[in-house]
């Protein structure tokens, strides 16, 4: 070896020999021998053991760390590149692999500060590998959601008193939502690092954001009114569309006026024509229920020019002094006659009173002073004069729905042993491929002229009663079918097996079925037809009683 090679004496030289034996791996450092190999090794290994001879422990150790301090600078959170326990050789592996260990030791490490901790968003505390346990991005993207981790902006949502602070990053909201975009990265960006956001529900703004995060939606019916609005107000148009199908498949008589009023301020048509079926088909449901009182007076306004509603006009009216009352309330006003006549303005005359019965009139409107004096007497003058006065209430009866019919068989026929009725039941089953209104059924009638008979009637999916009534009804010797109606119409959701059945009870023998189909189709919607266990009188799907079903759709 060149004696120029002796100035590996030099502190750094040696501390750099020291760094390349100790990486070498244990197995080649006992199968070593020094001097065995040709070359420098011999003077090099002289030379290190007298420079080890020369240092403390503790020296050495604190050349280390500095020797790795100077390969793997401090990190951006100001953390030592080098933790305690740490040996020099392990600072050189990759850093994913140094990762990963720490991640898969089980021995005591020191506790990190808080500035290594990573918080999520369910206040837990994250290993510094926390990437490792989450391979794909959308694991990632999740984790961050609702997360101070990295958080780069902040969203007071809610009205003053009731407000949440969120934390976000801008990256991952701007690439889903083209407002978020334009807020952070647009011309006109925010500087702001809390964004102020009085006009969301706190809840419905989390759900947003956690869509934006992970693709999921958590929709409940609690809060979809208000998420449905969050998504329109940032554009994220699949979160919309989820709300306003949840919507779709909750809808009934009770939400459907309300549904009605946010469909249209929402501008979605579909929703809005869903609403409407509803509101034709279960109108006396619709117009009683709790949901009516809280829709704005323009809906209040398009629901009483409604020509398709199916409902008498006296419960129309008592339902609008209902709502009348109500927005009272809501503006602080008594509920007397004059507060009511003026939140209602013109819609109380969207109500045709004179199409009621003169009963009916005298024992409701007529009685509730809501109508002056003059109105009342005009109305009165109405029904009975030869010469009519002239009225603000418009004339015309509602149309209403046209009630449609599936007839399940193809013939019908009678004879002398039978179809007889002592009490038993009749029954079959059906499922059909859309949404419709169950409103009654049609039933023979005796096979021996005139005869009055009364029944039963009921409505049940998985033995749950949906509906039932018990009424009378008179045949007329004919093979005709007679309606038999429900006190309301009756949502039937589609694929889904409803059970209908009658119990007749009367002396004579009446027609029945024949010839009958499993399936129907009736316009736009196809019936299914199956027997059922209930019946104990021979109704199954080739013949037997309960020809027609009728509906609305």
């Not at 039978?418 to 169950?438: E, L, M, T």
């Amino acid at each position: 070896m060149p004696t120029a090679d002796c100035r590996l004496l030099h502190h750094g030289r040696v501390m750099r020999c020291l760094t390349c034996l100790l990486f070498l791996p244990e197995t080649l450092k006992k199968s070593l021998k020094i001097g065995t190999l040709p070359g420098r090794l011999p003077l090099c290994s002289e030379l290190l053991t007298l420079s080890l001879s020369l240092k403390n422990k503790k020296k050495k150790q604190a050349q280390e760390k500095k020797m790795a301090a100077e390969l793997y600078p401090a990190n951006v959170n100001g953390t030592a590149g080098l933790q305690s326990g740490t040996t020099v050789a392990d600072t050189e592996k990759p850093k994913e692999v140094q990762v990963c260990q720490a991640s898969s030791s089980t021995s005591a490490a020191t506790t990190p500060t808080s500035n290594q901790q990573n918080i999520t968003n369910n206040n837990t505390v994250e290993p510094a590998s926390w990437q490792c346990s989450h391979p794909t991005l959308r694991e990632r993207n999740a984790l961050m959601f609702n997360n101070e981790l990295m958080a780069d902006v902040h969203f007071i949502v809610g009205p003053p008193g009731e407000s949440q602070k969120v934390p976000a990053h801008k990256y991952v909201l701007a690439v889903g939502s083209s407002v978020f975009c334009a807020m952070f990265y647009g011309d006109l960006a925010e500087e702001e690092s809390e964004i102020q956001i009085p006009d969301v529900e706190p809840a419905a703004f989390l759900i947003l954001l956690k869509y934006l995060y992970s693709d999921e939606i958590d929709l409940e019916a609690d809060t979809v009114l208000a998420t449905l609005y969050a998504a329109k107000k940032y554009i994220v148009p699949a979160l919309a569309k989820a709300c306003v199908t949840f919507l779709e498949t909750s809808l009934e008589a009770k939400n459907a006026c309300v549904l009605l009023s946010q469909s249209r301020l929402f501008e979605e048509p579909e929703l809005t024509q869903r609403c409407w079926e509803v509101i034709d088909a279960q109108a006396e449901l619709a117009l009683c229920s709790e949901g009516f009182c809280e829709i704005d007076l323009q809906t209040l306004e398009i629901i009483l020019q409604r020509e398709t509603l199916n409902a008498k006009e006296v419960v129309i009216f008592d339902a609008v002094l209902n709502w009348a009352s109500a927005e009272c309330k809501r503006q602080g006003l008594g509920p007397t006659i004059r507060n009511r006549r003026e939140v209602l303005g013109k819609a109380l005359f969207l109500v045709r009173i004179p199409t009621m019965t003169l009963e009916e009139f005298a024992n409701g409107a007529a009685q509730s002073d809501i109508l002056t004096l003059e109105e009342t007497h005009n109305v009165f003058l109405w029904f009975t004069a030869a010469k009519k006065p002239q009225l603000d209430f418009p004339l015309t009866p509602r149309k209403g729905l046209a009630p449609q019919r599936c007839h399940r068989f193809q013939s019908s026929a009678y004879r002398s042993n039978q179809w007889r009725y002592r009490g038993r039941c009749d029954s079959i089953q059906f499922a059909v491929d859309k949404r419709i209104f169950i409103a009654g059924l049609g039933l023979y009638g005796s096979s021996g002229g005139k005869a009055e008979y009364s029944v039963k009637i009921e409505l049940k999916r998985q033995g749950i009663i949906l509906a039932q009534n018990l009424t009378k009804f008179v045949s007329d010797g004919s093979s005709s079918t007679f309606p038999v109606w429900f006190e309301n119409p009756v949502q039937v959701e589609q694929d889904t097996f409803y059970t209908v059945s009658a119990v007749l009870d009367g002396s004579e023998l009446s027609y029945f079925g024949q010839e009958g189909m499993t399936e129907v189709q009736c316009g736009k919607v196809t019936f299914q037809f199956q027997c059922s266990s209930d019946s104990t009188n021979g109704t199954g799907v080739q013949g037997g009683q309960i020809p027609e079903l009728i509906f609305y759709s």
